[in-house]
């Protein structure tokens, strides 16, 4: 292939550009209505941007300005030169580095900043109002989601909560099993169908006093779920563990898996079965760690793939350890 010549698309990626291509064409539209006031004023879009980051900064470098917004050094600096005419901006030397300059916005800065910021909010503020309560929040999920994607490390998960599930929850997890597990296991669509089964004998047979679905929740976007539900009158079933994997690593599966042995203790079990495969590692080691022992192992070949071995785990509880129901 001649130097410089354009690579053709392998077919697994074609269909995934064209999707990204056609979203930033949209979105790039959308936010232009949006941004439309500010580029109507005596600044452009990159100049606001920059008398953002400094409005929000006590003081400033014109490094950290350049990683922060992704910027030519050399552009960044003419810029600044023009805020400097303006007085807009100040400059000191740093007290720990003399070679070091300080930035920091002046008060005609923080004069011209305010009104662009209030427009700016209140455009953002009159899209969301257009919308119903439901796609705002699936609107953020969205944003958060994709934030996470592309900078896992510049927003890490710090927090989340474990609830109860709630309507729409069972899609989420028949959705995210299938998605998975065919990204990172090649199982195929007869897998979620399993999962769609398990959810739905779930729901429609569901005992309050003897079964739980546990939800971990971040700002409103689900990170995991578990069940555990009835199988006799002294054994309980763990079930469907799944960890989103922008959330794994925080504890989040052991946090689940403890909630389960908790419930099950309480409500009088004496004993949770949990059916996996040898290939989920990481969920073999949560269950070690909360003390489940292998008891079974057999070859089978499902969901489109060969030599898959089933495991059986189970932990059982000593009379001391339940409080009865």
Same mark, same amino acid.
């Given at each position: 292939? $001649? ?51 400094? $409005? ?10 350049? %990683? ?7 552009? #960044? ?50 899209? #969301? ?56 296991? %090649? ?8 999962? $769609? ?14 079964? %739980? ?14 069940? #555990? ?11 469907? #563990? ?77 009379? %001391? ?5």
């Amino acid at each position: 292939m $001649a130097a410089g010549a354009v690579q053709p698309l392998t077919p697994p990626l074609e269909r995934p550009i064209h999707t990204v291509r056609r979203f930033n064409r949209f979105y790039t539209r959308h936010i232009g209505l949006l941004q439309e006031g500010l580029l109507q004023s005596r600044f452009s879009l990159t100049e606001v941007r920059v008398l953002y980051e400094l $409005a929000h900064r006590e003081e400033s470098t014109a490094a950290e300005l350049c %990683r922060e917004l992704g910027l030519d050094p050399g552009y #960044l600096s003419r810029i600044l030169q023009s805020f400097e005419k303006q007085k807009l901006i100040g400059k000191t030397s740093s007290h720990r580095d003399a070679r070091q300059i300080l930035l920091s916005l002046t008060s005609n800065g923080r004069k011209a900043f305010e009104p662009l910021n209030a427009r700016s909010n209140a455009e953002v503020a009159g899209m #969301l109002e257009r919308l119903p309560r439901d796609s705002q929040d699936r609107l953020l999920q969205a944003m958060q989601s994709i934030e996470r994607v592309l900078s896992p490390s510049s927003r890490p998960v710090t927090a989340y909560v474990v609830r109860p599930h709630q309507p729409g929850d069972m899609g989420w997890v028949v959705h995210r099993h299938g998605v998975l597990y065919w990204q990172e296991y %090649r199982y195929d669509e007869r897998f979620e169908a399993l999962v $769609a089964e398990i959810v739905a004998e779930f729901i429609q047979q569901f005992d309050a006093q003897r079964e %739980r679905c546990w939800i971990a929740e971040s700002d409103g976007e689900i990170l995991g779920s578990v069940f #555990l539900v009835h199988s006799s009158k002294t054994v309980a079933k763990l079930r469907l #563990l799944l960890v989103e994997p922008s959330a794994r690593g925080l504890g989040i599966g052991r946090r689940l898996v403890d909630e389960c042995v908790l419930f099950a203790k309480r409500a009088g079990y004496k004993k949770i079965v949990l059916w996996t495969q040898s290939e989920l590692v990481a969920a073999r080691h949560i269950y070690e760690r909360a003390g489940f022992c292998l008891t079974g192992k057999k070859a089978h070949q499902s969901w489109g793939r060969d030599n898959l071995i089933s495991e059986t785990w189970e932990l059982k509880f000593h009379d %001391r350890d339940t409080t009865g129901r």
